[in-house]
Nanobody, 123 residues
Framework: QVQLVESGGGLVQAGDSLRLSCAAS????????MAWFRQAPGKKRDIVAA????????YYADFVRGRFTMSRDNAKNTVYLQMNSLKPEDTAVYYC????????????????WGQGTQVTVSS
């Protein structure tokens, strides 16, 4: 099982940037696809971005494409989500997730989750 710990959330103003980090405790991090999800109050959890095991393929949801960038550092067992031009509608709890099998861009592939980090964007 993979243990995931997110960090980097906070309160920012619209237009600001934040970088989220997710550190994984697992022996073979490079065997896992990784993703960021988010969940706002009263809404379902949505996939935001995902990266394959090597980091050379990424997926972005339409609502963040062009503003968010996901990357991974397999030497540090860490993934990142750089969030630019933040909007109030980006306010949510952001979760890091890992998938050992399946398509990296499929939300259903992810079975290991972090505890989440709150991102709040004020207008």
């Amino acid at each position: 099982q993979v243990q995931l710990v997110e960090s980097g959330g906070g309160l920012v103003q619209a237009g600001d940037s934040l970088r989220l980090s997710c550190a994984a405790s697992v022996r073979t991090f490079s065997n896992y696809a990784m993703a960021w999800f988010r969940q706002a109050p009263g809404k379902k959890r949505d996939i935001v971005a995902a990266v394959n095991w090597s980091g050379d393929s990424t997926y972005y949801a339409d609502f963040v494409r062009g503003r968010f960038t996901m990357s991974r550092d397999n030497a540090k067992n860490t993934v990142y989500l750089q969030m630019n031009s933040l909007k109030p509608e980006d306010t949510a709890v952001y979760y890091c997730a890992a998938a050992r099998f399946g398509s990296y861009s499929s939300p259903h592939a992810y079975s290991s989750w972090g505890q989440g980090t709150q991102v709040t964007v004020s207008s």
